[in-house]
């Protein structure tokens, strides 16, 4: 059985076409099919506040490919979700409704509460019983959980991402709120580490040294994050090798995930190779099995 989850980000919308396996009653996906596509509806959005006809059209086509690829696979359920730039845009329904029209596709679009929850679902079987602050970095949004135990204490989302720092809206208001929250919910009587997901974190993860398989140190994320700073984005394109849409956003991104550990006095950061597209997965099976 073939199931497949669409998230339609601010930066890139990505498609997961997996296997569900089961081995002695535990259930597991294997991945068989990813495609990634930087529709950037961010820079639209959180520019000039709706998604222009151009990027429209580009989302449609892709959906349509994206529907295409789910028949070829004999895809059996899926779930497409949108996060911060379609839920922000004046006319985001309205894409989706003609989304929907032309491909097929029915898109959800979440709130931040809702996106949190879907990746937290997921993330909780990578932590353990440590203090842990998980840190999720979109293109137009961030969202901030706290773990004892295992158990979620606390989560907001904040309007600050990648995309949207890379658009000029870098408020301090939110920077503040984000110190703010962190401050109030953080016990600082106890040790604290960090988990990071997003697109940036993973891809900051593979360029530095690390301390295991899925660890890190805040302190390599800030020499990788110069490092990649010091170079021109036309070097960090040809030189280090980035893709375009990750080059221009990879330095912004690395600073949340920095001023997050900061602020939370976190010094080591776990990435695993989860984030809402896994979730989504997972609600398709649940529904499924149903």
């Given at each position: 059985m073939k199931l497949a989850a669409i998230d339609i980000g601010s930066n890139a919308a990505r498609m997961q076409i997996s296997t569900v396996l089961t081995n002695d009653d535990v259930i597991s996906f294997k991945r068989v099919e990813y495609v990634r596509f930087p529709l950037r509806l961010g820079h639209d959005v959180f520019t000039h506040g709706a998604l222009t006809p151009e990027s429209v059209q580009r989302t449609v086509k892709l959906m349509q490919a994206y529907k295409l690829?789910?028949?070829?696979h004999e895809v059996e359920a899926f779930m497409a979700c949108a996060t911060s730039a379609m839920r922000e845009a004046t006319n985001g329904r309205e894409v989706a409704d003609l989304v929907k029209l032309r491909s097929g596709i029915p898109?959800?679009?979440?709130?931040?509460?809702?996106?949190a929850e879907l990746i937290n679902n997921v993330v909780v079987l990578?932590?353990?019983?440590?203090?842990?602050?998980?840190?999720?970095?979109?293109?137009?949004?961030t969202e901030l959980n706290l773990y004892i135990n295992r158990k979620k204490l606390a989560s907001r989302s904040f309007k600050i991402g990648s995309v949207r720092l890379?658009?000029?809206?870098?408020?301090?208001?939110?920077?503040?709120?984000?110190?703010?929250?962190?401050?109030?919910?953080?016990?600082?009587?106890?040790?604290i580490v960090a988990v990071g997901t997003g697109g940036n974190i993973s891809k900051l993860f593979n360029l530095v040294s690390k301390t295991s398989d899925t660890t890190t140190t805040l302190s390599e994320i800030i020499?990788?994050?110069?490092?990649?700073?010091?170079?021109?984005?036309?070097?960090?394109?040809?030189?280090?090798?980035?893709?375009?849409?990750r080059a221009d956003v990879i330095v912004p991104a690395a600073q949340i995930y920095i001023s997050a550990m900061q602020w939370a006095g976190a010094t080591d950061i776990a990435v695993p190779d989860l984030?809402?597209?896994d979730g989504i997965l997972q609600v398709v099976y649940q529904q499924l099995a149903k």
């Open positions: 690829l789910m028949e070829l898109i959800q679009i979440i709130d931040g509460q809702k996106e990578a932590l353990d019983e440590r203090q842990t602050l998980h840190i999720d970095v979109g293109g137009g949004s890379l658009e000029g809206k870098d408020m301090r208001s939110t920077w503040a709120k984000v110190e703010a929250w962190i401050a109030e919910n953080v016990d600082h009587s106890q040790p020499r990788m994050r110069d490092y990649i700073a010091g170079f021109s984005l036309d070097d960090r394109i040809n030189k280090l090798r980035l893709n375009a849409d984030g809402l597209k």
